[in-house]
């Protein structure tokens, strides 16, 4: 996939061992934690730097764990993609 040159490849595991795996094996930044919604559910994912991008899906984890979550992103020094779920009425 890299000759693609994509911002960035969106996994999602229950596995950080895994991801970090995956994560080793391309140049493509790994994207991951969308499924996750609290601060304590990203922390092994975050202490092994198994993911490049931080994915937080605010409907799912509310403002408050969101900014939670970007705190710990940010301390590590990883980027994080907040998320909505496209709602169409």
């Not at 595991?13 to 895994?18: L, Q, V, W």
């Not at 995956?22 to 601060?39: E, N």
């Not at 408050?64 to 992103?73: D, M, Q, S």
């Amino acid at each position: 996939m890299e000759p693609y040159e994509l911002m960035w490849l969106e996994v999602d595991s229950n596995d950080p061992a895994a991801l970090l795996e995956l994560k080793k094996s391309t140049r493509i930044p790994i994207c991951s934690g969308g499924f996750l919604s609290t601060a304590k559910a990203f922390d092994p994912f975050l202490n092994m730097r198994a993911m490049d991008i931080v994915n937080v899906e605010v409907a799912g984890c509310g403002l408050t764990e969101a900014r939670r979550i970007a705190t710990l992103a940010e301390t590590r020094e990883l980027n994080i993609t907040p998320t909505m779920p496209a709602v169409i009425y």
